[in-house]
């Protein structure tokens, strides 16, 4: 299972289930990523300089587990598997299609 930065994942379980996004970060210490506008919590913010204090909303980390790349070919939810091309470039492909996923 490989989730990437700027990948368009679907979230497969828990509330948030079902819900697409970009991934924004993957944060490899704790197997997590952060998908854009998805999992979003309110967060109370210090005021600065340049910001009054209040409620903002961001995103809070998902489990891998609970993440499928979403193939734009499928439109769905994918399996990858590893390929290699013929100039040896690594890609990950659909194992539906065989798109190749970037
Ligand atoms: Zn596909």
């Known amino acids: 299972m490989q989730i990437k930065k700027n990948d368009k994942v679907m979230v497969l379980s828990g509330k948030n289930k079902g819900k697409t996004g970009e991934v924004l970060q993957v944060i490899k210490s704790t197997n997590r990523a952060i998908v854009s506008k998805v999992n979003m919590v309110k967060k109370t913010v210090k005021p600065t300089q340049n910001q009054e204090a ?3 909303e961001v995103e809070a980390p998902i489990n891998l587990t609970n993440l499928q790349v979403v193939c734009v070919k499928c ?28």
Do not use: A, H, Q
């Open 54 to 56: 209040g409620l903002i």
């Open 75 to 102: 439109n769905k939810p994918t399996r990858v598997k590893k390929d290699i091309l013929s100039d040896g470039k690594k890609v990950r492909v659909c194992k539906k299609c065989g798109e190749i996923i970037i």
